[in-house]
């Protein structure tokens, strides 16, 4: 078991998501940065799908009751084992009774902790990420147990990641059309694609608003499907991009749609970051 002696400030179990059930109006939720959880399960050679720890702003400190291996990475937190520093993207073999603990958040948004195999909380609609009233818990609390399986020996064939490719990350989105895109006029995609943006200070799982406005619209439309990634424009000139908690349908026209690389990055953002829209 995973004990948690302090859960940090938002920190959650999430596996690739729950896809399948849009038609219900359930969320795909999952993991907010795949890339990054992608590369710590990969590390420790785990399934694609191994629920990991998603950790927001301020991380955990936890207890391990069996031996493990474990990884980590993402926003650069300052991670200790018995009080000792640990470096990012490297596996690190767990004793028993061993503390884990987080610290300072230096940049980025959300760490990511994976363990040899995953985490082994329940599997709910083919999933064990954790959305409120879906799974019965909205985060982890202190002195909740999670379970994993023991692991006494295991030689991973790569030791550490350098994650070289993240230098060329910072801030630009790479976005699709959306499919009200074309009833944009030359004013707002001027707007939208020669202009800096940064986050507003409402930004969560569920989607993130954007502090700058481009002109607004009379677009009259039904509500239609959205996903993660979906940016939607209000009538009064404000993006909204979707995430992976987002609403499964909405009323706005869908101007644009984030790569899966674009929700990765903007997972990392938070209030006042700079964000800019390049078309793919």
């Known amino acids: 078991m995973l004990k948690i002696i302090g859960p940090g400030f938002f920190s959650t179990i999430q596996d690739m998501g729950r896809l399948g059930f849009l038609d219900k109006g359930v969320p795909v939720s999952g993991v907010m940065d795949a890339h990054t959880a992608s590369i710590v399960n990969g590390l420790l ?83 064990r990420s954790y959305f409120y009233p879906i799974t019965k818990q909205k985060k982890i609390n202190k002195g909740d147990e999670l379970m994993y399986l023991t692991c006494e020996k295991f030689i991973p064939k790569v030791l550490e990641w350098h994650d070289t490719a993240a230098k060329g990350r910072k801030n630009v989105l790479e976005v699709f059309r959306g499919p009200e895109f074309e009833q944009l006029n030359d004013k707002q995609l001027e707007q939208l694609f020669s202009a800096d943006f940064s986050i507003a200070k409402e930004y969560n799982r569920m989607a993130y608003q954007i502090e700058e406005k481009i002109a607004g619209h009379a677009i009259s439309m039904l509500t239609s499907a959205t996903l993660p990634g979906t940016v939607q424009l209000t009538s009064a000139g404000k993006l909204i991009v979707l995430m992976k908690d987002g609403q499964t349908t909405g009323g706005y026209p869908r101007i644009l749609q984030l790569s899966n690389q674009a929700i990765a990055l903007l997972a990392q953002k938070k209030f006042k970051d700079a964000i800019s829209f390049r078309l793919i």
Do not use: Q, W
């Open 45 to 127: 050679e785990n399934e694609t799908n191994a629920a990991v720890l998603e950790i927001t702003m301020t991380g955990p400190t936890v207890e391990f009751t069996s031996p493990t291996y474990i990884c980590f990475g993402g926003a650069d937190m300052h991670v200790a084992l018995n009080e000792h520093a640990i470096a990012p993207f490297k596996v690190h073999k767990i004793l028993k009774g061993d503390i884990l603990s987080y610290g300072k958040l230096k940049s980025g948004f959300r760490n990511y902790l994976a363990i040899k195999d995953g985490f082994r909380t329940p599997v709910i609609l083919n999933s």
